[in-house]
Every structure is written in C-alpha cells, then in structure tokens.
C-alpha cells in the first residue's frame, strides 16, 4: 500500500503521461505536492519504484513509466487536497494508460555524416528503432555521426543524430546542412553580416563561412542515441 503522498504522485505522473506523453519534472513534482525541496520528490520516486508502481526508462533523464496502479494508501489521515487548479485535475483516477513514453518508431537510416556525401545520396532501405517520445512531431531521419568537430556539444563519433526534415533553422541551433550541394555536416548555424557560419563543437575546429544560396538546411537536431559496447 501507499502512502498518501506517493499515492498523490503517482496519480501526477499518470495523468501527465496521458496528456504530453513525457514525465513531469521533478521541479514540476515539487509543486504539485507542495514539497520544501526536490529531495522530498527523489525519496518519493525511489519508494515507487521499490514497490513496482513506476520504473525508471533507460538513457532519458525525466523518462517514468507507470506500471500498476494502487489498490489502495495506508490508513490514516490523507493529505490535504491541493488548492491549485492543475494539481486538483490530476487527483481522479487514470482515464487510460499512457502508451507514448514506450512506442517505439522505426525512421529511415541515411548512413555516416561525411564530408563529400549529400543526404539524398546516402538513402538506405536501413532503419533505426527510436522512442517515439524523443521525436514529437514531423517527419524524421537518423544519421550515424562520424568524427569528433561536435563534441563540446556531448556528439559523439558513433553516436545516432535523429534529425526533424526541415529546410528552416534558427541562430544557434545544431542542423544538418547541406554545403554547394556536395558536402553534408552537421554543425550550429548562425547568420552573420549577410553570411552564413556553420560553427564546430571543438575549439580544434575552425567555423566555416558560406554565402546563403551555398547553405541548404536539411534538418534540424531532435536528439542522440548512443550504444554502449
């Protein structure tokens, strides 16, 4: 059995599951409960996963999955029901069980990122399985990155870049761009004085400079995989 206040957590996650498919954060936790600090949330968290209520999902850091549900909380008093509107919505029971946070999508594989090779020329009939719930929306492909120039940006030689297919992109955000039509990198993208610089993740790197028609964006950073041998 539960207490009431892991009772009353459990029902947060649940209820947060359904309707974004990601886990609430812990900051998020704290005030839905009304805790004084974080370390109230990790102690709740580990006695739910010591009785098998929710697990923890490997290689995401705010990745909960609800496994069952309580029959029951411990006797005695139950905490007072929260005055904040958002915390009152979650206290009715699950409407159903969250199934985003576990789907798994399969998207297309397009080979190493190399100096030299376009996007279109590495077209496989390969796919990579990835957690729907790292993706959102739009239509994505992955790409095994090869070197060290994205390092300082935790990108690692090996490492799989899941990309979201655009051919718009912001200052500062990491792309995979497509230079005079040749040679695809994979870079942060900034604009300046008219141009366009793909900088490096690695102070061993020197930025690159183009004209605008010589940079075509073909995608935009969504997230990494990474295996472990």
Known sequence: MLTAKQHELLLFIQRRLEETGISPSFEEMK????LKSKSGVHRLISALEERG???RL?????????????EDVTSGRRAPAPANDMVSRVAAPPRTAPAAANDVVEIPLHGRIAAGVPIEAMQTDRTLPVPAALLGAGEHYALEVSGDSMIEAGILDGDFALVKRTDTARDGEIVVALVRDEEATLKYLRRENGMIRLDPANGAYDAQIYRPEEVQVQGRLAGLLRRYH
């Open 31 to 34: 005030e839905a409960l009304d």
């Open 53 to 55: 209520f929710i697990r």
């Open 58 to 70: 490997p290689n995401r850091a705010r990745a909960l999955e609800v496994t069952r549900q309580p």
